[in-house]
């Protein structure tokens, strides 16, 4: 057996946006499951193969990309970048969600090559974690001549996420929705590409379309690049049920709409984060820490709000055993404290300024994957591995 007790915890976040704090200073996990949290002095803390003294740092569920682009390994063609899923783990990032693989050179249109490109990335990041981190990908992106036993097939084989929708063939609500269905039937869950075209080959796809299709997340909803005018976009918010998804490599102003709006309707539970990396923008390897930050300091929600679009929520859309401080959830976490020099009293009030945090350690399924972090500036004070 594996226990981890991560004990000194200055404060826990803990992704659930109706109480995003919880009381405590001390977490435990065995064999890579949180079993317990609160006070050390309440818990079973004998027996730890690792000890980690949090020195006074703040403990969050590890971080969420809701939207990434990856190809193979941790290597991208779209921006000739290697690690950049390592660097993205330094940015606090522990999971990745697929959008698609659109950038794998060649990447085959026929139906039976992109059935077996999405098994094959399933796979392969299955097999292979880079630096630790959890990439959820296969992610096919949908083409005209799909049929129902097609998504059977691809659910049978581990398939659990599309592509955004758009990116292909498919650009008409009717024949989308009807393959958004047939996924959602056997698992599957679904995105849409939101916006105008991104790349050549992609599209404008507007509010009607969206609505029409119905997926289970709404792709960049302040584009990817091109956000959709200001009344499509309320429109989204209005008549969306699931994942209002807000990306790093979009419209910073169309972020803000998005996150004003959802907050007067009461729906920012819906609000998800990610980055739509690598893109033509490039790797951001903090560009979730940016958004927390950009939408806590200019969006008026508080800091440990905004934490929770980036871990809680997005766990909970896409029905993930992670990204909430919660019993049985995989212990993936990040360490992080506010920045040297930093203004703000805490970090919290540090990062609602707009600065970023600083992280001193990740852990994945009770592994301690990363220390200080070489992107973010460095924090005030930093975890240490007491034994383990």
């Not at 796979?123 to 992106?141: Q, T």
């Not at 691809?154 to 498919?170: H, N, P, Q, S």
């Not at 869950?189 to 916006?195: F, L, N, V």
């Not at 972020?255 to 539970?269: G, P, Q, V």
Request: a negative charge; aromatic letters at 4%; proline letters at 5%.
């Amino acid at each position: 057996m594996n226990k981890l007790v991560i004990k000194n915890i200055g404060l826990i976040l803990t992704g659930k946006i109706e109480a995003p704090i919880a009381d405590g200073d001390c977490v435990i996990a065995i064999d890579g499951k949180i079993s317990a949290f609160g006070y050390e002095k309440d818990l079973d803390t004998e027996g730890a193969t690792t000890t980690i003294n949090a020195h006074g740092t703040t403990i969050a569920p590890g971080l969420i990309d809701s939207h990434v682009h990856p190809v193979v390994g941790d290597y991208t063609p779209r921006q000739q970048q290697l690690h950049w899923i390592e660097s993205t783990l330094h940015g606090g990032v522990t999971t990745m969600i697929s959008a698609g693989e659109v950038h794998m050179p060649g990447r085959p249109k026929d139906i039976v090559g992109l059935k077996a490109m999405a098994i094959a990335a399933q796979r392969w990041y299955e097999n292979f974690r880079p630096s630790g981190v959890k990439v959820l990908a296969g992610a096919p992106v949908i083409e005209h001549g799909m049929e129902e036993h097609d998504f059977k097939e691809l659910a049978d084989a581990g398939v659990k996420f599309l592509g955004e929708v758009g990116l292909g063939t498919v650009k008409d609500g009717k024949t989308a929705n009807q393959m958004v269905n047939w996924a959602r039937k056997y698992g599957i869950q679904s995105t849409i590409h939101t916006g105008g075209p991104s790349i050549p080959g992609s599209g404008l796809i507007d509010a009607d379309m969206v609505l029409e299709t119905g997926t289970d997340v709404v792709g960049h909803i302040n584009g990817g690049h091109s956000a959709l005018p200001d009344d499509q976009i309320v429109c989204l918010c209005e008549g969306c049920t699931k994942g209002l998804e807000i990306v790093h490599n979009g419209n910073e102003r169309a972020a803000l709409l998005t996150l004003n709006t959802t907050r007067e309707m009461d729906k920012l539970d819906q609000v998800i984060l990610g980055t739509d990396g690598p893109a033509g923008s490039g790797v951001q390897p903090l560009g979730i820490l940016r958004m927390v930050a950009m939408l806590s300091s200019l969006g008026n929600v508080s800091a440990e709000t905004a934490f929770c679009f980036a871990n809680g929520n997005t766990a909970r859309q896409r029905e993930l055993d992670v990204g909430l401080m919660e019993e049985g959830y995989s212990a993936d976490f990040v360490l992080m404290d506010q920045a040297q020099h930093a203004p703000g009293k805490n970090m919290l009030e540090s990062v609602q300024l707009g600065n970023l945090p600083g992280i001193g350690m990740t852990i994945i399924d009770g592994e301690v994957c990363s220390h200080r972090s070489r992107n973010t500036p460095p924090a005030q004070n930093l975890p240490e591995v007491e034994n383990g």
